[in-house]
């Protein structure tokens, strides 16, 4: 996984001496970004740990952890479920709609 420093140039804050960066955890992969990668790591490492060959999860409809778990999943070679959690939705979360799906292949949403 790559780790972003972006550098914010601003003559305000040059004025002060000051080097501000900024971490994008939103670019250190396309579909496991942000903070969930951190709560995914030790979870995947177990899973390679083991061997496990299915991972059953669960999260709302418009879940960022189900997308990313089904991305590790593709990534990592093994199989997902994910349960949504909640009442039917009028219409699919854009999050969870099947086709086209980046994720391809052995991941599912129930």
């Not at 790559?2 to 939103?26: E, H």
């Not at 061997?51 to 059953?56: A, F, G, S, W, Y």
């Not at 669960?58 to 949504?84: L, R």
């Amino acid at each position: 996984m790559k780790i972003l420093l972006q550098k914010i140039s601003d003559p305000a804050i040059a004025s002060f001496g000051v080097n501000l960066y900024v971490l994008r955890l939103d670019m250190n992969h396309p579909h496991i970004s942000g903070n969930k990668w951190y709560k995914l790591k030790y979870n995947l490492e177990e899973i390679k740990r083991q061997k496990i060959k299915m991972v059953l999860t669960f999260g709302g409809a418009y879940s960022n952890h189900i997308a990313a778990t089904a991305a590790a999943g593709k990534e990592f070679g093994f199989k997902t479920i994910g349960g949504i959690r909640g009442r039917r939705l009028p219409i699919a979360s854009p999050r969870l709609t099947p086709s086209p799906s980046p994720l391809g292949e052995g991941s599912n949403s129930h």
